[in-house]
């Protein structure tokens, strides 16, 4: 079935102009990151505040509120849109910390802000009805029943979908909703259970929706020795790697374990998501925003993944049908890759 | 980053390293502090993140050059460590081009990291911290400061 429909998709004439792309919506940890994003070519870069408020709040990362004003004012003086990421859960006895980050992202001028949140989102639309709002893949919204309430109580404009639909389901949310969709185009994956994953709360008692972050840093241990080196999150052992094997961050779900007396990867392989090969496929039937995962890589990540997608999308608008993926472009992206292994994730699973 | 010249990944003859192995080590601790310092005082180190080293120990060490500064920072100063006690806090050791190559913007230290072409040892937390400091240095403020200096002559005043 699967395969038959991805089959009509492909069979579709192809015809494109530039205002036909999707937007390319880059990832922007600190001021410099998001200066490469814009430099290199995004219509949109995403970012979030030095605190909680965010899902990627990592020591050392992201904006204060001078940076944010410069990072505001630089990539609005080149064209590119601002959108500020307020994608956790407000915590018991601090809602007002998050109602303050809604109110000084519209004070600031951003194009959107990106909430998960139903209390958030509702406050955002009472007190600012003007500001923009995107429902943010932490939302947890998959069918298009989710992402049309959150329309039509909070008025959301894009939903972000979460990594977990095939191309065809992500059609089907397409076809039967006026919001905007924007899909994850390149980056880390993970068990992908956004906005409902408890993992890290099982080792750690922290997690994405409690303080921002999956797998907290202070958790962390990497333990060399001679010949392997362990890493273990708050001493839970989560993989073992040999001198010469390539390592990935300890989170749970990406960790090996010993099940039934087998020891593997029992829960998802340190993979990236990389669409290159079905980016006509994803524009064709009607997504609005590509977006990049890695807040918290470094700006020469940033440079890389954007120049790269960038090239890809404009390549489109030229070759059309004769599009076809640059060894050049796959190379780029597959140094970057955590694992060192591609993937199209979800999007061409056989299961539905 | 540059989009003209790239610096490859290599290796230096492994005599180099045997040689500077051999070599007092403390003039890397000088320069590299002298270094930070002088970026410190630029005012492109996040302060936030500045005081959450103090009172760590470092180490930077470079396989094929044999090189190893080892410092600290306290009082708002990075500090030598001539002499130093036990473990670091932190300890970055990898070859010169994998060094260069972040250093210039070229490649991300996560990727030389998970390729295991950067080895980060000691406090993750803190390894982050720094890793996101140095991210954060943005090359465009050092421009409006560094020709201001020479304005300061008298003759020069308009």
């Known amino acids: ?352 | 980053m540059s989009q003209g010249f790239t610096i490859p990944k290599f290796q230096l003859p492994g005599f180099i390293a045997r040689i500077g192995e051999k070599l007092p080590q403390w003039p890397h601790a000088v320069a590299l502090t002298t270094a930070l310092n002088a970026a410190a005082k630029l005012g492109v180190l996040p302060e936030d993140s500045l005081a959450q080293l103090d009172g760590k120990t470092f180490v930077v060490q470079v396989y094929d050059t044999g090189g190893q500064a080892a410092f600290t920072y306290r009082g708002g100063l990075f500090r030598p460590l001539f002499r130093p006690a036990g473990a670091p806090d932190l300890a970055f050791r990898a070859n010169l081009s994998a060094f260069l190559q972040v250093a210039a913007r070229q490649e991300d230290p996560d990727t030389l990291f998970f390729n295991r072409e950067l080895s980060i040892e000691g406090d993750t937390e803190l390894g982050l911290i720094v890793k996101n400091m140095l991210d954060a240095i943005d090359p465009s403020q050092f421009r409006p400061t560094l020709p201001r200096l020479p304005l300061n002559l008298p003759f020069s005043r308009r």
């Open chain 1, 1 to 352: 079935m699967a395969t038959l429909v991805t089959l009509r998709i492909l069979s579709r004439p192809f015809a494109m102009d530039r205002s036909a792309l999707p937007d390319l919506v880059c990832p922007a940890g600190s001021l410099p990151a998001l200066k490469a994003a814009v430099d290199n070519g995004a219509d949109a870069v995403y970012l979030g505040y030095k605190n909680d408020t965010n899902a990627r709040n990592f020591a050392g990362l992201n904006f204060d509120a001078k940076t944010m004003a410069d990072g505001v004012r630089y990539a609005h003086g080149k064209g590119c849109e601002v959108l500020m990421a307020i994608n956790t859960f407000p915590q018991p006895g601090r809602v007002a910390d998050w109602r303050a980050a809604v109110d000084g992202a519209v004070d600031l001028g951003v194009d959107a802000i990106i909430l998960a949140d139903v209390g958030l989102l509702d406050y955002a639309r009472s007190r600012h009805p003007q500001q923009r709002l995107h429902l943010s893949v932490q939302g947890s919204a998959t069918s298009y029943e989710a992402i049309n309430f959150a329309h039509r109580e909070f008025d959301v404009r894009r939903a972000v979908l979460p990594r977990v639909l095939t191309l065809a389901q992500v059609e089907h949310v397409i076809r039967n909703t006026p919001v905007e969709i924007e899909v994850f185009g390149f980056g880390s994956l993970c068990v992908m259970n956004e906005g409902r994953c408890w993992l890290s709360s099982y080792a750690t008692g922290e997690s994405p929706n409690t303080v921002g972050a999956c797998s907290p840093a202070k958790y962390v241990k990497w333990d060399k020795k001679p010949g392997q080196m362990d890493t273990r999150l708050n001493g839970v052992l989560i993989d073992r790697f040999a001198d010469d094997e390539p390592a990935g961050y300890p989170t749970l779900c990406k960790g090996r374990f010993e099940v039934q007396g087998e020891t593997y990867y029992a829960l998802e392989e340190p993979t990236s998501l990389n669409v290159l090969e079905i980016l006509p496929d994803i524009i064709k039937i009607g997504v609005k925003a590509i977006k990049v995962e890695g807040r918290q890589r470094s700006p020469a990540y940033v440079t890389q993944v954007t120049r790269t997608l960038r090239a890809a999308l404009d390549s489109l608008v030229n070759a059309g049908e004769r599009y076809h993926v640059k060894p050049t472009w796959q190379a780029e992206l597959a140094k970057v890759s955590e694992g060192n292994q591609a993937t199209l994730g979800a999007y061409n699973r056989p299961w539905r």
